[in-house]
């Protein structure tokens, strides 16, 4: 690692896009010494040119406060993404860079340093220094709940962004569990009340009413989470900047994707864990992760036909584990009294049985869970992300599990369902990043504002 490059020395801000090595950063995020706010904010004004940062391309000037740094881990890949934001344009990738490897058998400090070649590799390939970043790693732990806060004026009242934020704080700090963190809290459903009653609105900013009711959806996951990815980024010389969810990424990603039915049920089966959301009018209204993946179904085809890994990966690309019972029976019967036949051949009837087990058994118990709890309705779509989607006979087979049509990927005739998913979880990522950042420069200079007022109001009164 380039010790002039990754360094704690600077502060923590951002990202500078320049053409040279080491770039002088603006501390303008997440900074507790309003002094050097201030500092910073006249220096902008007196020198604008140091604050605007160019790549190598000419007329392209991009903000540091507008440049975000990704890193995303799955059980088989690290990526980086760097991407600019613009309120009017939209915000865009500038550079992605990703390492293959196996996640969860690396050590500590080979996870640090994966993590930190993908990283220099997104920035150097954009011209960019990072400085902070936000991370996403998808776990096992992942689950959700719904939680309702509210904000109660008294007086019917203009609601303003104070009403709103306060109503979302009384819903995040319900309680999670001993064994849970809060990584996220997603507003699902608005409520204002006023002398006519209540009603529902998209956004309650600018609604007149007496008090404001907020339904939020909880994202948790396993306590130590949050610290497990802080002395992750830590052992680079860099700050976590924020944490963003796998599962609200993937939503982010594929929403603008899929039809808007009434109800959409999103599955991503990746290597370890399975992901299954709930959509409903737009809004994601569950989401819970499971520890069943493609290396376990592997690992029983090692187990009960006693073969190789490999073997059994091959064996999971020939499969179609929507043939009925007694079509697999007489294949296995055939396939037994053939001797000349291929011995992948000869497995091929017990791997479908053992596959079909396996996979209905896991599917019927989440089908089940969702009727349950009232998220599996008669009309809808399943769309089926992922490794998986490759599996053969995968989308007849969950149609009889969960009774509605199912669609590989986002449904799109020009995309490889089981390879777009990492161009939905980059869209995901950069999106969710993107509101967190403006989150922050917002809050920021909202605090600088007070501060500066407070500092004037000082000056300027009359001595007593």
């Not at 009309?379 to 006979?393: D, E, I, K, T, Y």
């Not at 161009?423 to 922050?440: E, I, K, N, Q």
Request: net charge neutral; hydrophobic share 40%; glycine share 8%.
């Amino acid at each position: 690692m380039n010790k002039a490059t990754w360094t704690d020395e600077h502060p923590p801000a951002t990202t500078v896009l320049s053409d040279r090595p080491n770039t002088e950063s603006t501390n303008l995020l997440r900074s507790n010494r309003w002094l050097g706010r201030v500092a910073d904010f006249a220096r902008q004004l007196g020198h604008s040119s140091s604050t605007v940062s160019v790549s190598k391309r000419p007329g392209y000037h991009i903000a540091p406060e507008h440049l975000v740094v990704i890193a995303q881990v799955s059980s088989r890949r690290v990526s980086a993404t760097v991407a600019a934001l613009h309120q009017v344009h939209g915000d865009k990738v500038v550079a992605h860079k990703s390492i293959e490897c196996d996640w969860h058998r690396l050590s500590q400090g080979g996870k640090q340093e994966a993590l930190a070649e993908a990283v220099r590799l997104a920035c150097d390939s954009a011209g960019v220094e990072a400085y902070s970043v936000y991370m996403s790693m998808n776990d096992a732990s992942f689950a959700s709940r719904l939680a309702v806060g509210w904000a109660d004026p008294g007086d019917e009242v203009v609601l303003t962004e104070h009403e709103r934020l306060w109503a979302l704080k009384r819903a995040r700090d319900q309680a999670t569990g001993a064994d849970q963190e809060l990584i996220d809290a997603i507003p699902v459903h608005w409520t204002v009340r006023d002398r006519g009653g209540e009603r529902d609105v998209v956004d309650p900013v600018g609604e007149r009413g007496s008090r404001l009711t907020c339904q939020a959806l909880l994202i948790t996951a396993r306590r130590g989470y949050t610290e497990e990815l802080r002395s992750l980024v830590a052992g680079l010389g860099l700050e976590l900047e924020g944490i963003i969810a796998h599962p609200v990424a993937l939503f982010r990603g594929i929403s603008s994707a899929i039809p808007r039915k009434a109800s959409t049920v999103i599955i991503d089966c990746g290597a370890r864990c399975t992901t299954i959301l709930v959509r409903r009018k737009d809004r994601l209204v569950h989401v819970e992760t499971y520890a069943f993946g493609g290396e376990d179904l592997t690992r029983l085809l090692v187990e009960k036909l006693h073969i190789t890994v490999s073997q059994a990966e091959d064996l999971k690309r020939d499969l179609d584990i929507s043939q009925r019972a007694d079509e697999r029976d007489n294949l296995m019967g055939q396939q037994f009294i053939w001797s000349d036949v291929r011995e992948r051949h000869r497995l091929l009837g017990p791997a479908m049985s053992i596959m079909s087990e396996a996979v209905g058994g896991f599917f019927r118990a989440r089908a089940q869970e969702l009727r349950d709890h009232g998220h599996l309705v008669q009309h809808g779509q399943v769309h089926l992300v992922g490794r998986a989607s490759s599996l053969g006979g995968i989308a007849l087979f969950l149609k009889d599990i969960f009774g509605l049509t199912v669609v590989l990927g986002s449904g799109h005739k020009q995309r490889d369902p089981s390879a777009e998913l990492a161009d939905v979880l980059v869209s995901g990522l950069v999106c969710t990043a993107a509101d967190l950042r403006r989150t922050h420069l917002t809050q920021q200079q909202s605090q600088f504002r007070k501060t500066a007022s407070g500092v004037w109001n000082w000056l300027t009164r009359e001595m007593e």
